[in-house]
């Protein structure tokens, strides 16, 4: 079994910032690429930003310059810094990952979610 669990998420103003992270826990052989997604009230689900366990990243360009994904392969797990943050930033944000377990199998996970909400 195999689970993601985001933390991290809350309430901040405009302009502030918030550290998600995401633990990913099992049996894990390997992780792959990982990524946050996020979904807005009446949106559908959008990538955030992704990355390889190489390190490569891919920012959405509405989050460019103003977030920092990292993982921690060591320890599964995976942060996006937020700074900057803007009230359109508002949204249940999701963990996702690619995960080997030792018994071979390769799969597409997604946690609970954690929610963002930027308001004065």
């Known amino acids: 079994q195999v689970q993601l669990v985001e933390s991290g998420g809350g309430l901040v103003q405009p302009g502030g910032s918030l550290r998600l992270s995401c633990a990913a826990s099992?049996?894990?052989?390997?992780?792959?690429?990982m990524g946050w997604y996020r979904q807005a009230p009446g949106k559908q689900r959008e990538l955030v930003v992704s990355?390889?366990?190489?390190?490569?990243?891919n920012y959405a360009s509405s989050v460019k310059g103003r977030c920092t994904i990292s993982r921690d392969n060591a320890n599964n797990t995976m942060y996006l810094q937020m700074n900057s943050l803007k009230p359109e930033d508002t949204a249940v944000y999701y963990c996702n990952a690619w995960i080997t377990t030792h018994q071979g199998v390769m799969a597409n996970y997604w946690g609970q979610g954690t929610q963002v909400t930027v308001s004065s």
């Open positions: 990355i390889t366990s190489g390190g490569n990243t």
């Open positions: 099992g049996s894990i052989f390997s992780i792959g690429s």
